[in-house]
């Protein structure tokens, strides 16, 4: 793998797909040395500790869970948001590790997930009888999500306030997993606010109480690992805004190669995958474990160029394809790329998205997604792996901690008229608290059945 990271005009000089059109050139040179020159938000050493997490659940012996906001906001890092998204996701590690038997990798979709791809520069819609047309939404990093003209130009400043922001997330989500509050032994008190309402929590309850015996026993004959008070977390985010990227790209002084120090893992996304485009070019050079978005389009060819261009030496743990097909797809589409990558050798780790093939809009005009349709693709996931005897390696998952109301079905069967009631995501809809527990269970059968 080279390690000779091309400058920022050579990038920019590629055309990279999906970026803001700033119209202070200056402004954002400005803000490019000021990144260029703030502390890393996260060690290199850590890094290469995912590697080899990922390694594990490419070879079946660990499960990925990677979950956060579709789009983290600014206003979004407070106590209150980072504490519920991280209660849920422990919530679903503890289902799948116990339900399912089976060592959980914890990856936050946070601390820098503020830039978003669009299907259109433009958005219309309809204000006061009159239709007016402004540029897209494309995340806090870029402009901001009010609907008027001045909010939506690009505003390089931002990307000073994206680091701000991942570095107080990071922060706060570190204090919690070392400090105790993912200590094994609360297990009871993230579930205590919904226990009584809903069938999930019951259920969860049911779990936790095991887990508490399970404990109990091994304190009464002397086994207290302190493995059992702290938890590994690690963040990620799709690496979209080269300027910002390659800001907060460093070599790493042990091995003298280039990290990206604003999160552990980054990945490609689907509209930026190009074989010959500048975020192919910029993530061939960094040491970082990284995913690629493989959507619809995706032919096993184009997997297997993808995988010797970014991973050329074969590195176990350094590549994860994330495929994100649809429910309505994965059985016909998935079976031909995990084949042929399969075939030639390629390590990989497998990794399904069940969110970004399953959008549509409702009746009512709120972007949405059927429950149904993610536990759908998830289980087409585990179905084909094990008839290819592959390894199901986990989900990235859309959700938040908060009771939201943007995905229908489910326990709760929220219906599109409910959708009104707690709309908050700015893009896409993500899976609520119940939702996310919900998923987790389903995923620990599959897992299960696996094992059986
Ligand atoms: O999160 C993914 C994409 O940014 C999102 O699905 C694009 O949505 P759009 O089609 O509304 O632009
Ligand atoms: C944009 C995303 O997905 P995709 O690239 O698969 O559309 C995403 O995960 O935020």
């Known amino acids: 793998m080279s390690s000779t990271l091309p400058d920022l005009e050579t990038l920019r000089a590629m055309g990279p ?140 400043h931002r990307l000073l306030d994206v680091y701000n922001a991942s570095a107080a997330t990071l922060n706060l989500v570190r204090a919690f997993v070392t400090g105790g509050y993912a200590d094994l032994r609360q297990v009871h008190t993230w579930n205590t606010d919904f226990v009584r309402g809903s069938v999930v929590g019951q259920r969860y309850e049911q779990l936790a109480s095991e887990i508490d015996k399970a404990m109990s026993f091994m304190t009464a004959i002397g086994i207290s690992p302190e493995e059992l008070r702290r938890v590994d977390f690690h963040s990620s985010h799709e690496a979209l805004l080269l300027e910002y990227e390659h800001a907060m790209t460093r070599i790493d002084s042990r091995t003298e190669r280039p990290y990206n120090v604003s999160g552990h893992f980054v990945w490609i996304g689907e509209r930026t995958r190009q074989l010959d485009g500048a975020h192919v070019e910029y993530f061939r050079h960094i040491r970082n474990p990284i995913g690629c978005k493989l959507g619809p389009s995706a032919t096993a060819d184009d997997a297997l160029a993808l995988a010797a261009r970014l991973n050329p030496d074969n590195e176990p743990g350094r590549l994860t394809f994330i495929t994100r097909f649809g429910a309505g797809k994965i059985r016909d589409g998935l079976p031909g790329l995990v084949e042929k990558v399969t075939a030639e050798g390629v390590s990989v780790a497998w990794v399904c998205d069940p969110m970004h093939g399953n959008t549509f809009e409702a009746s009512n005009g709120f972007k949405t997604r059927r429950f149904e349709d993610v536990v759908g693709e998830v289980q087409g996931f585990f179905d084909v792996h094990r008839s290819l005897g592959t390894v199901p390696g986990g989900i990235l998952v859309e959700m938040t901690g908060d009771d939201v109301t943007e995905v229908i079905g489910g326990g709760e069967e929220l219906t599109e008229a409910g959708l009104a009631h707690r709309y908050e995501s700015v893009v896409d809809p993500r899976l609520n608290r119940v939702q996310s527990l919900e998923l987790a269970f389903h995923v620990a059968e599959m897992l299960r059945a696996g094992a059986r």
């Open 17 to 156: 797909a999906q970026q803001p059109t700033y119209p202070d050139r200056e402004a954002v040179d400005a803000a490019v040395t000021r990144l260029s020159s703030m502390p890393p938000l996260v060690f290199a050493g850590e890094c290469d500790d995912l590697t080899e997490k990922m390694a594990a659940v490419s070879r079946g012996e660990a499960f990925l869970l990677q979950g956060g906001d579709c789009a983290e906001t600014f206003e979004g890092v407070t106590a209150d948001n980072v504490r519920n998204k991280l209660r849920t996701l422990l919530q679903m590690a503890v289902v799948l590790t116990y339900g399912g038997s089976m060592p959980v990798v914890k990856l936050g979709r946070m601390a820098g997930q503020y830039a978003k791809p669009r299907s259109s520069d433009l958005e219309t819609r309809v204000v006061d009888g009159e239709s007016i047309t402004l540029p897209a939404y494309r995340g806090d990093a870029v402009n901001g999500f009010e609907f008027t003209a001045a909010s939506r130009i690009p505003d390089p």
